[in-house]
């Protein structure tokens, strides 16, 4: 029969070491490595690298954090502490879009957060924070966990693809040093020519009829219709004109 594979400790079962002499901290270690992560991405980070940035040896960050893995799930961990989430009013819809906006905050914040996220869930204390209160927040539409749990990661799935997209054009601007403005410009040229071609009346109908809105509409928009279907799922009213549920 062979061996089965030892599974690692997740660091959230572990006692903390602490050194007599505490030159570093997990936290001081993980605020740096947050940092090479958010300007840099997380290919940039690796243990040399943050002992680098801390000018401290690889090995001392070892006394700290097992590898890079654990330092990740520690750093996913930090990063949504930031997003404290609103106080539950107990109108569902309400409380569920205050969660999605939450999210929206902190993955635009760590643009390398989405990524890990979207994988495997997230374990530490802040992010089962995070979770509990999402539930909660679907608890006020239904008492059926397994609906509320396909609702949370509906309304989470929602954000990291809108959010990937926001990201993408930060990054096509970062890549290009072209604004979105710009590159408008540069693309208007083409653009006349194929209104005026008149081959795809629909898609000329939007260019010359339709309103540009940014990111912030797009989200609220995108927003605003799943929470109509979720509504629909879960037996309840569609909004009043409020935007609330009745």
């Not at 959230?12 to 002499?21: G, I, L, V, Y």
């Not at 991405?41 to 893995?69: E, H, I, Q, W």
């Not at 495997?120 to 927040?137: C, W, Y």
Request: proline fraction near 4%; hydrophobic fraction near 40%; glycine fraction near 8%.
């Amino acid at each position: 029969m062979a061996e089965e594979k030892s599974v690692p400790a997740l660091v959230w079962s572990k006692e903390r070491h602490t050194p007599k002499r505490q030159v570093l901290s997990v936290e001081r270690i993980v605020e740096v490595s947050i940092g090479i992560a958010d300007s840099e991405g997380l290919d940039a980070l690796s243990m040399r690298r943050v002992a680098t940035d801390l000018r401290s040896g690889t090995t001392s960050l070892y006394r700290y954090v097992t590898g890079r893995d654990e330092l990740l799930e520690l750093m996913i961990d930090t990063a949504r502490a930031a997003a404290a989430p609103e106080p539950l009013t107990g109108a569902w819809r309400t409380d569920l879009a205050d969660v999605a906006r939450g999210q929206r905050t902190a993955l635009l914040r760590h643009p390398w957060l989405g990524s890990v996220l979207a994988s495997r869930p997230a374990l530490g204390p802040n992010s089962l924070r995070q979770m509990d209160h999402a539930l909660a927040a679907v608890g006020a539409a239904t008492e059926d966990i397994t609906l509320a749990s396909d609702v949370v990661s509906l309304v989470f799935d929602y954000v990291i693809g809108v959010v990937s997209r926001e990201l993408a054009e930060q990054e096509a601007q970062r890549r290009t040093g072209m604004t979105e403005e710009q590159w408008r410009s540069s693309v208007s040229p083409y653009i006349h020519r194929i209104v005026e071609s008149g081959a795809y009346p629909q898609f000329a109908r939007r260019v010359i009829e339709a309103e540009d809105h940014g990111f912030d509409h797009s989200f609220e928009f995108g927003l605003a219709c799943l929470l109509d279907g979720i509504a629909t799922r879960v037996g309840h009213q569609p909004p009043d004109s409020d935007g609330r549920g009745r």
